[in-house]
């Protein structure tokens, strides 16, 4: 079946139902945990419940048929008891234990600067930079919080993992990556290489993990609103462990090239993406099932190019160029250069958008507001215009001479930040309304009557 088929994601109203009221009647047994949520969201604009990692549930309160009302389906096996997931849902797992304790688990990106934040004093178990690393942080009654950092690890245990030096030589290596080639094939070859060394020397999960916490930082880096709300969360301690989902824009050359890249870290294509002919792009969406990594690569996409295979099929030139090209055209490939066009994350939708102004920084109207999904950009962060680049877009035609004379002195629209908040379980993405927002993200548009 066609990818988009396979994966034409649903709303579980009663799942989250569900999932809210194991985690308000988890913050109503421990004051700690309910503390931290309320910090979370004043000082974060996010949910606790987008920060939970998963849930143990004593089998004395609840069963298997309660779970599976809920759509949760059992998985495998733990230390703790028996895993439970719902595969159509991005919820977390469930974990139906017989000690009597109800615990909740949150994730922060780095485990010792939230314990840290915290104050608590507390040595986590696992060796640090391994797979996954956990710490009970505060117990009340049977009511017990827990954190768990994961850098490539799926499981539910800390691990003691050899493969440190390898991990840390890894991450310090992707930060360091070339970027800037004499041209895009020379570059798509050496980063493809370079990453196909990392994974044989470290296995493909880790390196995954590894690759992405530099992507967002290279991101970050040239991102006003990710610096501004990245500094909000590691106030807690929690840097980027609610992202959703981290977004490239590619050429329609080098499609094919990006996705293999990413193939080869382990990812696997989910739903293929088409915004409609008036929005003119369509994108192949990837995750990574133990990184839980999701990747949504946009590219220039004709109505008739929809019906193969185009993550695995070189796409035809053409000489127009779209919204994703043009940026391209301008900014550079994402993988190479330019880096991600944005990085979504999970909050609280209406709280970020009162607060992020308050810094400074300016919100986009929601391109998708929904009692599932809610989603906005931040304004995009304007970046120096490549004089030589911006000459070849205008000598091709896709731009006037007023538009290049006003890109080279106000710079282009580089990346954004997004708001996003999910609920009912929903996992996809809403394509009616990301057609609005592309076109009003076009460079041409920003400067000459657009957003």
């Not at 809210?20 to 996010?46: C, I, P, Q």
């Not at 019906?307 to 490939?333: P, S």
Request: some cysteine; charged content about 30%; overall charge negative.
């Amino acid at each position: 079946m066609p990818s988009e088929d396979r994966f034409d994601w649903k709303v579980y109203p009663e799942t989250g139902v569900f999932v809210n009221g194991l985690v308000a009647a988890f913050l109503k047994g421990n004051r700690f945990a309910a503390s931290l949520s309320k910090k979370m969201y004043d000082e974060t604009s996010t949910r606790f419940i987008d920060w939970v990692d998963h849930i143990q549930i004593p089998s004395s309160e609840y069963g298997k048929s309660d779970l599976a009302k809920v759509g949760y389906k059992k998985t495998g096996t733990c230390t703790h008891g028996d895993v439970y997931r719902n595969a159509g849902t991005y919820l977390f797992p469930i974990i139906l234990n017989e000690d009597g304790e109800f615990r909740v688990a949150v994730k922060p990106e780095e485990i010792e600067s939230f314990i840290l934040s915290l104050g608590l004093g507390i040595v986590p178990e696992g060796r640090p930079f391994s797979a996954v690393r956990r710490a009970d942080l505060n117990k009340e009654g049977t009511f017990i919080l827990s954190a768990v950092e994961r850098r490539g690890g799926a499981g539910f245990e800390a691990s003691n993992d050899d493969d440190i030096k390898e991990y840390l030589e890894s991450v310090s290596g992707f930060m360091e990556r070339k970027r800037i080639f004499r041209n895009d094939i020379q570059g798509i070859e050496y980063t493809k290489g370079f990453v196909e060394g990392q994974c044989s020397g470290l296995g493909t999960s880790r390196a995954a993990d590894a690759f992405f916490r530099a992507e967002r930082l290279y991101w970050q880096r040239r991102n006003r609103a990710g610096q501004i709300q990245k500094s909000r969360q590691d106030k807690l301690g929690l840097g980027w462990g609610n992202h959703d989902h981290h977004t490239y824009r590619s050429s329609r050359e080098h499609l094919v090239d990006l996705i293999e890249l990413f193939e080869i870290m382990g990812y696997e294509c989910r739903e293929r993406y088409y915004a409609g002919a008036k929005a003119g792009w369509g994108a192949q969406i990837l995750e990574h099932k133990e990184c839980e990594i999701v990747i949504f690569t946009d590219v220039d996409l004709n109505e008739d190019e929809t019906g193969f295979d185009y993550a695995h099929e070189r796409l035809a030139e053409r000489k127009e160029l779209g919204t994703v090209g043009l940026w391209i055209a301008l900014n550079g490939e994402s993988i190479l250069q330019a880096g991600m066009h944005h990085l979504e994350a999970r909050f609280d939708f209406e709280k970020l958008r009162k607060d992020l102004p308050l810094l400074g920084i300016k919100v986009m109207q929601p391109f998708s507001y929904f009692e599932f999904l809610k989603q906005a950009f931040t304004e995009g962060e304007r970046w120096a215009a490549d004089e030589s680049r911006a000459k070849k877009v205008l000598e091709r035609g896709a731009i006037t001479e007023g538009q290049y004379e006003e890109f080279l002195k106000g710079g282009v629209i580089g990346s954004h930040m997004e708001n996003l908040q999910r609920d009912n379980g929903f996992k996809g993405f809403n394509k009616a309304s990301v057609t609005k927002i592309i076109r009003e993200t076009d460079p041409r548009l920003e400067h000459f009557g657009g957003a």
